[in-house]
């Protein structure tokens, strides 16, 4: 017996919050399983084109990436933003976060130009709609800062981390609750030099870049401090 569609579709968000949890109890294994059971039902209830599936894969690809499955957390992502452009136009909000996490992989993994690309086009949408008053934005334009720096290019590296300072100087809220962040540009754009210039980001991923390219390596770089880390783990890859 087919059960209604409202008992399936609080099934599948159920799973989803068992899911959240699961990640934040480090357990992603448990979360990719209820996040893929989550899919199915949705799928089936709706197609597996709809928004919601699209936000059940960004989910995953998030597992995935804790897991270390890191072709797997792309494919996942990619599902997600095209899932999210079919539903949506092309500088709709939910198109957003699929491309920041993209654009952070493809730097994990050295794909610098694809990184670049679709972080500027994260950025873009996210001016369009009038949200860069937000801690997540104000990482990838640090972060996008760090990437121009690993090309060797200073000038938008500066250009991005004097973005991102001043928005952060602008809230009280984020000064008080994450005072390394803005200690962090300061240092960047005081101190934009080989041994400076990739410093947070290139610490928080010091334990998966085995397979990056030596482009984006950089030895003798300091790492972040656990606050600086705990502030991109939770806004860039908790949605």
Not at 7 to 15: A, H, N, V
Not at 83 to 112: M, T, W
Not at 150 to 162: F, L, R, T, V
Not at 220 to 234: D, F, H, K, T, Y
Request: hydrophobic share 35%; charged share 25%; proline share 3%.
């Amino acid at each position: 017996m087919l059960l209604p569609l409202e008992t399936r579709t609080g099934t599948s968000d159920t799973l989803q919050e068992i899911g959240h949890v699961h990640r934040q109890l480090n357990d992603p294994t448990a979360a990719i399983s209820c996040y893929k059971e989550s899919i199915n039902i949705l799928s089936e209830a709706y197609g597996y084109m709809d928004e919601r599936v699209g936000d059940i894969y960004l989910s995953l690809g998030h597992a995935k990436r804790d897991k270390k499955l890191t072709t797997e957390a792309v494919q996942s992502y990619v599902k997600a933003l095209n899932i999210q452009k079919d539903a949506h136009a092309s500088e709709h909000p939910k198109l957003a976060a699929p491309l920041r996490s993209l654009g952070v992989i493809n730097f994990q993994i050295g794909n610098l130009d694809e990184a670049v690309h679709c972080l500027n086009e994260y950025v873009r949408i996210k001016e369009k709609n009038k949200q860069i008053e937000a801690m997540e934005y104000i990482l990838t334009l640090e972060i996008l800062g760090d990437i121009y720096r690993a090309k060797g290019n200073n000038e938008e590296a500066d250009k991005y981390w004097s973005m991102a300072l001043q928005i952060f100087l602008r809230n009280n809220e984020f000064i008080a609750q994450h005072p390394g962040l803005g200690q962090s540009l300061s240092n960047r754009l005081s101190n934009n030099s080989a041994d400076e210039g990739t410093g947070l980001l290139q610490g928080f991923m010091n334990g998966i870049t085995r397979g990056l390219s030596e482009e984006v390596q950089g030895g003798g770089r300091p790492l972040p401090s656990n606050e600086e880390a705990n502030v991109i783990q939770q806004y860039i890859f908790m949605e």
